[in-house]
């Protein structure tokens, strides 16, 4: 589940305009997931303490300078500490069959520069004007090439570690939109920077945004490991998956693999979803599909009831059109 009060925003992709998940140029987009807890009956400021108080207190180790969003300061995180994120990447991505991404040191200025727009102005937008607290020409570039997170403060705000920003991502809040997912688990995506600003600022208030930068990369640099490994297909769920980054109630997808700059549209229309328990067929629902070209280029995803740990479920997929095969079949299993 997403923290209380935690904004999600999806990255915008180099599609038309018209793309599903592209907001208008103006537009502010915020999330907000769930209420936040009602509010102790003594203040924090009289010394209420979070449980997860210890956390917050070490997140100045995060960077060899700390962030200062009074100052419009976004700091600079430790070479650990985005090394760190990238190798929690890079494991969620080889459960897919996906190959690891390497880091990009030139964006990181800029998507540091997103982070602290997000998180001065308690707001997530790919878009940000201009008149917005903290604006630089940069920081706003990044943040329509990235996947964000945050946007929000409070004295209640939950700490999130590297598995858990990206469990937020990948489960999208329940909602129907599953773009974050979606760039993270492009087989041809082979770069990636991160911006953090994390603070408690006077009075007990905690603020977090995060970036993750998905295209639109500073130089040309070629791949480093030679090419990638792209599997037929990529399934969110897929294979022994940790209970961490999934919920029973997200959408299921299922994309097949497609270079970006082929033209061939993948044909999902009618395309049937089976999952099976061995036991019994569970009921799937409000199934949908798209060519949109963002992340992954095409993505059938929909809804199930009834997934539990520890079982082992098959999904088959037939009457796919336009695509090496018109079947599909793979396994899941959630693993506490």
Known sequence: MLAAGFGLLLAASSAPATAQYDPDSD???????GTPPPAPSTSYRSGVVPADEPAWANTASLYT??????????????????????????ALRARHGLSPVRYNEGADRAAGEAALIMATNNALSHDPPSNWTCWTAAGAGAAGSSNL??????????YEDDNGILAEWLIEGDSDEIGHRRWMLDPYLDQTSLG???????????????????FDFPGKAPRSGGDPRIPDFVAWPQGEYPQQFFSPHARLSFSVSQDPDELTNVDFSDARVAISDGQQTLPVRDQRWDNEGYGVANCLSWRVDGIVPG?????????????????YDYTFRITN
């Open 27 to 33: 537009d502010v987009v915020i999330e907000e997931v």
């Open 65 to 90: 300078v700390p962030p200062d969003p009074a100052q419009c300061q976004a700091g600079v995180l430790r070479p650990e500490t985005k090394y760190r994120f990238l190798a929690a990447f890079n």
């Open 149 to 158: 997170l945050g946007g929000v403060s409070s004295p209640y705000l939950s």
């Open 196 to 214: 953090r600003v994390i603070a408690v600022l006077p009075g007990g208030v905690r603020v977090d945004s995060v970036v993750m930068k998905v």
């Open 311 to 327: 079982r082992t479920y098959t999904v088959t997929i037939t009457g796919v059109r336009d695509a090496p095969r018109d079947r």
